[in-house]
């Protein structure tokens, strides 16, 4: 029951009071009146449900922070068509649910729309989202209603849960180009763009000679129509990808504590991981996944497949165990060639040494840190 149908009630109840105590021909016709409306919006309602179509889309399937203090707008689109050329829709509301299950954000939304006569419509239901990770919006019902919203006809329920990301701003920071890539001795299809190295396989750079080069690495083709001794150097190979390890440990006793260093996390992975994409520096994510209570593995070369690791990122849980990803290392590490390696974290860790989480070329790099300040333009 509607709040007109509660109305209506009790106005047919007024008129069949009038009607019944005064036996006059305009009382009789109000109550007529009163009797064939809710008939004639009953069929207009019906008519309608027939003509109009909805459908729900997500056209941008990422939403940016502008600032880490501003809340980003998740948005979807009600897709309206009426068909109708006589009559236009004057209401109708959709029940809008959404999560973030990263964050533990959720909610219920009610949303007003409306559709002219014989028009298509693009309705942008907007979700306010303060903390980053991946926000399921579900439509669970759209309704629709006659002129004197005596009755409502749903015409559409449970449609297809759409996600959108939702992403702190970049921050513009330096790494160093030259220590993440990762040299090997063993055979690779990769090679540095940077650095000079002994694979032959692979040509890095030709040259004049100089006094002391092999004469195994004279380019005798080239030397010939020269007419001057030239030098191929070989290429450095380079490991698959730098290991980047991510430690959902979380601190923060309030809510809003938790949810501030929670955003400083991603931002962080973010933000490196657009700095190894841009200087083409391939990358392997890691973290462990409590819910399943796995290590997960993500490779990540292009801006597609980071948005991928972020989906797959988000469905975890953050937790306030700071040796959780530590201990989970360790293990993973063991029996491994040493990689050049970042471990990526918002968590105080104490004492590193004695946990035994650093090595040679592991970087621990907290995310509060003043290398994180500034964001980029």
């Excluded at 195994?216 to 980047?244: C, D, F, Y």
């Amino acid at each position: 029951m509607t709040l007109g149908t509660l109305y209506f009630l009790l106005l047919f109840l007024a008129g069949l009071f009038v009607s019944v105590f005064y036996l006059e021909y305009g009382a009789v016709a109000i109550m007529g009146l009163l009797v064939l409306l809710p008939v004639i919006m009953f069929i207009i309602l019906i008519f309608m449900r027939a003509k109009i179509s909805v459908q729900v889309e997500c056209k941008n399937p990422v939403a940016e922070k502008d600032s880490m203090e501003r809340p980003a707008r998740a948005a979807i689109t009600l897709s309206l068509d009426n068909r109708c050329k006589l009559l236009p829709l004057t209401k109708g509301i959709a029940r809008v649910r959404y999560r973030n299950d990263f964050t533990g954000e959720k909610g219920v939304m009610k949303v007003r729309f409306s559709v002219d006569a014989g028009r298509k419509r693009d309705r942008r239901i907007a979700v306010v989202m303060q903390g980053c990770g991946n926000v399921a919006i579900t439509v669970e019902k759209v309704r629709i209603y006659d002129y004197l919203n005596i009755f409502a006809w749903t015409i559409g329920k449970n449609f297809q849960t759409q996600n959108v990301l939702v992403l702190p701003p970049l921050k513009d920071f330096y790494l160093g180009k030259d220590r993440w890539y990762n040299e090997t001795s063993e055979d690779s299809d990769r090679f540095s763009l940077y650095k000079k190295g002994d694979d032959p396989s692979e040509i890095f750079n030709i040259r004049g000679f100089i006094d002391g080069d092999k004469i195994q690495r004279i380019h005798w083709k080239l030397s010939s129509k020269t007419g001057s001794l030239m030098v191929k150097e070989g290429s450095l190979p380079l490991s698959r990808a730098v290991n980047i390890f991510i430690d959902l440990c979380v601190p923060g006793e309030k809510k809003q504590e938790r949810r501030q260093n929670s955003n400083l996390l991603v931002q962080g992975i973010y933000s490196v991981a657009m700095f190894m994409i841009e200087n083409a520096i391939p990358q392997n994510y890691i973290w462990y996944d409590s819910v399943g209570d796995v290590i997960q593995e993500r490779p990540v070369e292009h801006e597609e497949e980071l948005l991928w690791m972020f989906q797959d990122l988000f469905k975890g849980r953050t937790t306030r165990n700071p040796v959780e990803l530590v201990e989970r290392y360790l293990a993973w590490q063991e029996g491994r060639q040493p990689e050049s390696a970042l471990y990526l974290t918002v968590a105080d860790h104490g004492d590193l040494d004695g946990s035994g989480l650093t090595r040679e070329r592991l970087e621990v790099m907290d995310l509060r840190g003043e290398e994180f300040e500034g964001e980029k333009q």
